[in-house]
Nanobody, 126 residues
Framework: QVQLVESGGGLVQPGGSLRLSCAVS????????MGWYRQAPGKQRDLVAS???????NYADSVKGRFTISRDNAKNTVYLQMNSLKPEDTAVYYC????????????????????WGQGTQVTVSS
């Protein structure tokens, strides 16, 4: 059983900052890529930022220069620092992780599964 627990969302004024955290727990051999997605009402879920195990990052054009993704491999945690927030950043933010499991009974004992957090609301409004 793997759980992704997000925290840090809330209401902030335009130009403000928030820091999201997502802690992964459970039966984990390792974690490959981690990322943050967001979904506004009536819209599809889109990638905001992603980070590989060796901390290579990728950002949506709309957040480049304002958001920073980072991770702490020892804590199985990924962060999203969001600065200069705009009303259009309002959405539910979801954490995603590519978790590696180990099962010695399998012919291929290492395998990867994708997991999602429950989502945290970010509202940018004056």
């Amino acid at each position: 059983q793997v759980q992704l627990v997000e925290s840090g969302g809330g209401l902030v004024q335009p130009g403000g900052s928030l820091r999201l955290s997502c802690a992964v727990s459970g039966s984990i051999f390792g974690i490959n890529a981690m990322g943050w997605y967001r979904q506004a009402p009536g819209k599809q879920r889109d990638l905001v930022a992603s980070i590989t195990r060796d901390s290579s990052t990728n950002y949506a054009d709309s957040v480049k220069g304002r958001f920073t993704i980072s991770r702490d491999n020892a804590k199985n945690t990924v962060y999203l620092q969001m600065n200069s927030l705009k009303p259009e950043d309002t959405a539910v933010y979801y954490c995603n992780a590519e978790v590696v499991h180990y099962n010695s009974a399998n012919p291929a004992p290492l395998y990867e599964r994708n997991y999602w957090g429950q989502g945290t609301q970010v509202t940018v409004s004056s």
